[in-house]
């Protein structure tokens, strides 16, 4: 706690237990001891992730107002000028209205009403809670005082390890666990939650998003890749540093400012800690910082020389007739200009020919026919498409879209080959022809009966040709991580339950992929897509198992090792894995959307070559 501020006396603490003790708070019936021990609000905070006045009743709790929110979860948070000497007892606390507040920053007030722990987004989300009173009746003794010292929150102040481990006995829940803020960067937070905190000039690793909000580090050495962001690369590299950045100034009375990856949030950013649903812990900034620009530009692959083939994955984002054609130039401008028009194309989110709408439209020509226009418009080649369509709402994704993959190739140097028979529900199989492997089906679907694959989208299988070699391309979209608890879950580790249906997905694909390599061991096969996991996951594992597939994102340096920034962690998402003929390959993530608060996408593309 600041220095500055007044530590409480043993004679208060102790009346305050007793109080306690007896069931009996300030407000109570009976009790002298009540009447006379003053609750604050380190006492309702208390030393663990929960308030043990939870569901109680408090009277007159002093405080002075440090942050009004008139949008969304209104309220406002006040903060007790006399802390404590305990630094796991937060001195401040969100106070849930439910309308526009009537007090103001800087309101000397008595607050009471009842404890509460709201779980932002549910029980089911495994969310913290945040400690409020709600129904409160407030007085106002007095406007205008000086705010309580922030606390600031840096590099020397976080701890490097990020969180205990769950209690067992308690489903590996850390609520119960007393606080540890030196220890633990999840403890230091929550031992913040509703005081006034403020950062100084930090470095943005998540760039603005269409919510009002920007990711920094108040660490800016932990991690780091060149281009200014901080790189998750294991279940254990949470990079502590990070920390959501909102405004509680409405935007319609001043716009939050765009922000990319790299740019410098300058001077102080100061405002109440608070904890949302997307993201956790946040400083919602009464006082914001100017960003300052860094000049973030978007990458540009080489082009592939004459004897390499270029393969490329891109998840456009469900991209249907719909979208305004600024879109479909902005992709199509991408693919020539930044991908340098790859040879073969792999799309994920290619919805259909009315997008969204939900009146069993399959065929999704015309969203290719424009998507392919706009590329040869924008000086690209005339890709010819390979697709197979799903049934009506069967492959997931936004109802009515029927997502699917799609290849995209340059038949001046590509052919592909066409075995007929190919539907969402017949699965394609690899056989031997002539000394070399094929496809039974091509285009065709892998396994798609295999639960594996139930509301998800398939594998689409191809079989090409380039200067005279056989090349095999499996595109997909692995199951989504929905459902997964985040990384500021009250359960360490979180429990991450969407993993169980890509790990089917995995073996599926890991076993057809084998059955290609028995018919011919040195079969050139890719596995690219939109694999919704990281290069260290047990997805990635089950692809790669038995040395079918090598994940070529590893042949990259660590700290460019991702296609996705989330909560302000740039990670891998999207993959390309080579079978093992392909031991001599370039690989590129082409780094054009995910750092950028302008985005076509949300994933950024990935680009292997090698000469088959």
Known sequence: ???????????????????????????????????????????????????????????????????????????????????????????????????????????????????????????????????????????????????????????????????????????????????????YALDYYESLEGSNVRIGTSRVVGATDPYAELWVTVKPWENDNRRGGTV??????????????????????????????????????????????????????????????????????????????????????NLDPSDPQEKFDALAKAVVDNLSSPDILALEEIQDDNGAKNDGTVAAGQTLKKFTDAILAAGGPAYAWRSVDPQNNKDGGEPGGNIRQVFLFNPERVSFTDRAGGDATTATGAVREHGRAALTLSPGRIDPANSAWENSRKPLAGQFTFRGRTVFVIANHFGSKGGDEGLTSHHQPPNRISEAKRLLQAQSVNAFVKDILKADRKADVVVLGDINDFEFSATTKALTDGGALYPAVRSLPRSERYSYVYQGNSQVLDQILTSPSIDDFSYDSVHINAEFAEQNSDHDPQVLRFRP
Request: no cysteine; glycine share 12%.
């Open 1 to 183: 706690m600041p220095s500055s501020v007044v530590p409480r006396t043993p004679a208060v603490a102790a009346l305050v237990a007793a109080a306690l003790a007896t069931g009996l708070l300030a407000g109570s019936t009976g009790a002298t001891a009540a009447e006379t021990a003053q609750v604050r609000i380190h006492d309702i905070q208390g030393t663990t992730r929960t308030s043990p006045l939870v569901g109680r009743q408090v009277t007159d709790v002093p405080g002075i107002v440090t942050g009004v929110r008139t949008y969304g979860s209104r309220g406002f948070w006040f903060q007790d000028p006399q802390a404590d000497d305990d630094a796991a007892t937060s001195e401040g606390v969100f106070v849930y209205t439910g309308s526009v507040p009537t007090v103001a920053v800087g309101d000397q007030v008595l607050v009471s009403g009842t404890v509460g722990e709201y779980v932002p987004g549910g029980t089911s989300s495994g969310n913290q809670s945040l400690t409020q009173i709600a129904k409160p009746a407030v007085t106002v003794v007095s406007q205008g005082n000086e705010l309580p010292a922030a606390v600031t929150v840096s590099a020397a102040s976080v701890p490097a390890e990020y969180a205990p481990d769950g209690d067992p006995s308690a489903g590996n829940s850390i609520n119960g666990r007393a606080l540890r803020p030196r220890t």
């Open 232 to 317: 998750y690369g294991s279940y254990s590299s949470q990079n502590t540093g990070r920390l959501q950045i909102q405004s509680l100034t409405p935007r319609a009375e001043k716009p939050f400012p765009d922000a990319n990856v790299g740019d410098m949030l300058a001077g102080t950013t100061e405002g109440p800690l608070d904890f949302n649903q997307f993201g956790g812990y946040t400083l919602t900034a009464r006082t914001l910082g100017t960003v300052v620009d860094r000049g973030l530009a978007r990458e540009r692959t080489r082009p592939q020389r004459g004897g390499e083939l270029a393969v490329a994955t891109y998840n456009v984002e």
